[in-house]
Nanobody, 114 residues
Framework: QVQLVESGGGLVQAGASLRLSCAAS????????MGWYRQAPGKERDMVVV???????IYANSVKGRFIVSRDNAKTTLYLQMNSLKPEDTAVYYCAAVCGVTYWGQGTQVTVSS
């Protein structure tokens, strides 16, 4: 099993930056893909970015050029640098890891005021 804990959310003004972190523990050697997803009130959970074990990334069009995913050398901590934040980025952000099944963190709230 894999446990994921996100941190770094908060309330910021439009144009500001935030950095989210996701610490993975447990059977981390099993993880093939990790990613960030977000869910706004009344909407479905959407992919923000995924990164494979080899480092390939796929970004949602809405965040390309503004968000950057990275991870530490041990590949147990995932980061999301969010720049030029917009009110429409407001959501609960979830970290996910695939290890046979998909594991989810508890989520961290990001609120961007206009």
């Amino acid at each position: 099993q894999v446990q994921l804990v996100e941190s770094g959310g908060g309330l910021v003004q439009a144009g500001a930056s935030l950095r989210l972190s996701c610490a993975a523990s447990g059977d981390t050697a099993c993880i093939s893909t990790m990613g960030w997803y977000r869910q706004a009130p009344g909407k479905e959970r959407d992919m923000v970015v995924v990164i494979t074990k080899s480092g390939n990334t796929i970004y949602a069009n809405s965040v390309k050029g503004r968000f950057i995913v990275s991870r530490d050398n041990a590949k147990t901590t995932l980061y999301l640098q969010m720049n030029s934040l917009k009110p429409e980025d407001t959501a609960v952000y979830y970290c996910a890891a695939v290890c046979g099944v998909t594991y989810w963190g508890q989520g961290t709230q990001v609120t961007v005021s206009s």
